[in-house]
């Protein structure tokens, strides 16, 4: 299931006008440590889409996700796991199964599922298991969470290119799940 760590931020107003300012360049950042949490719940409407990324420490993830045109809402927590409402010390302690992880609200029609995909292996490296920079453990672990079977047909498409383009740094080893989401998004901690 999928677990929520902080408030909803809406993008709405703000995207379309970041689309001009961008020009669909996706932006290449560097992602800081850190790790930490919060709580939340959000509906996709008919004209959006939703897909979860686990890149290493969520607020980093979110923060570039947030900047991105056509993104509608993001919001941090914990997928993948056995837990329906994990702690944060349940998580780092790696009996859980949960990455942080950041579920991305998106209009498909300003901004693709492939572009986001670029953005989730430009951010992060993808050919390293349970580890973003100085972030260890299996909650940074790399993982996309599907919604639909033609997201996971675009994903293992993408995953594909993305593939060849880092041969040399090794072989991609980001996990790719149908996302169930069961009792929505919750923390202890702010």
């Known amino acids: 299931g999928y677990h929520v760590a902080s408030e909803e931020t809406d993008l709405r107003l703000r995207h379309k006008a970041m689309a001009a300012l961008f020009s669909g360049v996706l932006p290449v950042l560097v992602l800081l440590g850190c790790s930490s949490y919060v709580t939340g719940a959000v509906a996709v409407g008919e004209e959006e889409e939703r897909v979860v990324v686990a890149a290493g420490c969520f607020w980093s993830v979110e923060l570039v996700y947030q900047r991105l ?6 919001r941090v927590g914990y997928a993948g796991g056995s837990l329906m ?27 693709s599922l492939e572009q986001i995909l670029d953005l989730f292996f ?17 909650q940074y672990r790399s ?16 995953i594909a290119i993305w593939q ?8 991609i080893v980001t996990e790719v799940r149908k996302l ?3 009792g929505g998004w919750g923390s202890d901690k702010k």
Do not use: C, W
Request: hydrophobic share 25%; glycine share 8%; net charge negative.
């Open 85 to 111: 409402d994990p702690t944060y010390p349940q998580v780092v302690q790696g009996d859980t199964g949960h990455a942080e992880s950041v579920e991305v609200i998106f209009d498909p029609s300003i901004v």
């Open 122 to 138: 430009q951010i992060h490296d993808p050919t390293t298991p349970n580890r973003q920079g100085n972030d260890i453990g299996t």
């Open 164 to 171: 060849t383009k880092l041969k040399q740094k090794g072989q």
């Open 143 to 158: 993982a996309l969470f599907y919604e639909t079977d033609s997201q996971l047909d675009t994903i293992t498409a993408s």
């Open 69 to 74: 045109p056509g993104v509608i809402s993001t």
């Open 180 to 182: 169930r989401v069961r």
